[in-house]
């Protein structure tokens, strides 16, 4: 999936994937994604420039590619339905369940891993402290990104995850979060894989925001690279974690009308990564999704949108029922 339109850099030339049938079923999405895309582009776009015309290339951090630390959870959003979620005192809620309704996914369990947590800046000393990540060690989390107007990363994770969450709720699946702001920080990034290995999950989606330069546009889905080092080993999971990362791209882009990354992917929308240990110790078909770059004024204005935000929740939820029915 390789898109070239206003306000997007020419992606540079693709990385060849072995083309399989899943391959060629996200293909089958892009003329249509494309022309909806051009259309919003048309009509829908009125977020601002970036402040400079500069390429950063974003560093990675535990388990994200955002690398801007924010150290307060400051508002930057006129959207009402971004209002930082209430938090209780204590982590029972983050990895249990609602009953599930019934549906075509009756009997599947999802979850859902909010990147960050909202209290995280209050607990530097915890969540810096190292954990085993199966290839080598790493912090147990960090506070995320943000707009350049305060619009936090942990805000906007955990405001999609509900509205995926009510998305999946209502075709019969058993959605579980690793965290739901009810806890002081973390987990770390090793409990979000064991959260989601316990829970025998079907799918497990961990939900990002970038923290790249202005300039850098577009989503990307991150895919586990093969391990087997330590406590980690993603052989099993590789083919079904990128199954499963095609098909949330494919539908991200025709529900949001958003490209692919123009500076992560080559163009794809596709990751391939090993340094993450909240994937490399997953045992269940994982992946992250990175949807879009907070520090780049146009993705912001669409970021802190909550009608862009229902659009990317049914995007993602689409993406994981197409993958779960097969």
Request: hydrophobic share 30%; with cysteine; net charge neutral.
């Amino acid at each position: 999936m390789s898109y070239v339109g206003p306000d997007f850099d020419p992606p540079r030339p693709p990385r060849r994937f072995r083309r399989g049938p899943l391959t060629v079923a996200v293909a089958a999405l892009v003329p249509g994604a494309l022309v909806g895309w051009l259309v919003w582009q048309a009509v829908g776009d009125s977020g601002g420039g970036g402040s400079d015309g500069s390429v950063a290339q974003s560093s990675p951090s535990p388990d994200t590619s955002a690398s801007d630390t924010s150290s307060s959870p400051t508002t930057g959003t006129d959207d009402a339905d971004a209002k930082e979620p209430g938090r209780s005192p204590s982590p029972s809620n983050s990895s249990t369940s609602r009953p599930a309704a019934s549906g075509p996914l009756k009997g599947k369990v999802v979850v859902i891993d909010p990147g960050h947590n909202p209290g995280n800046f209050r607990h530097t000393a915890e969540i810096n402290r190292q954990v085993d990540i199966g290839t080598n060690s790493k912090e147990c989390d960090t506070t995320g990104t943000s707009t350049n107007d305060g619009y936090t990363e942990a805000r906007f994770t955990l405001d999609l995850s509900h509205r995926v969450r009510t998305l999946l709720e209502k075709q019969g699946a058993t959605v579980k979060f690793t965290q739901d702001g009810d806890r002081p920080w973390g987990p770390c990034v090793d409990e979000r894989a064991r959260i989601g290995n316990k829970a025998k999950a079907d799918a497990v989606v961990s939900i990002h925001a970038d923290g790249s330069g202005a300039g850098n546009r577009g989503f990307h889905v991150i895919l586990p690279g093969a391990v087997n080092e330590g406590d980690a080993d993603t052989r099993p999971i590789v083919a079904p974690s990128r199954e499963l990362g095609e098909r949330i791209a494919g539908n991200f882009v025709s529900a949001t009308g958003s490209a692919p990354s123009n500076y992560i992917g080559d163009g794809t929308g596709l990751d391939v990564r090993t340094d993450l240990g909240g994937l490399n110790l997953s045992t269940v078909p994982k992946v992250f999704l990175e949807c879009g770059n907070m520090r780049d004024s146009k993705d912001a204005a669409l970021l802190t949108s909550g009608a862009w935000r229902q659009k990317a929740a049914h995007g993602i939820s689409a993406g994981i029922v197409s993958f779960l029915r097969g």
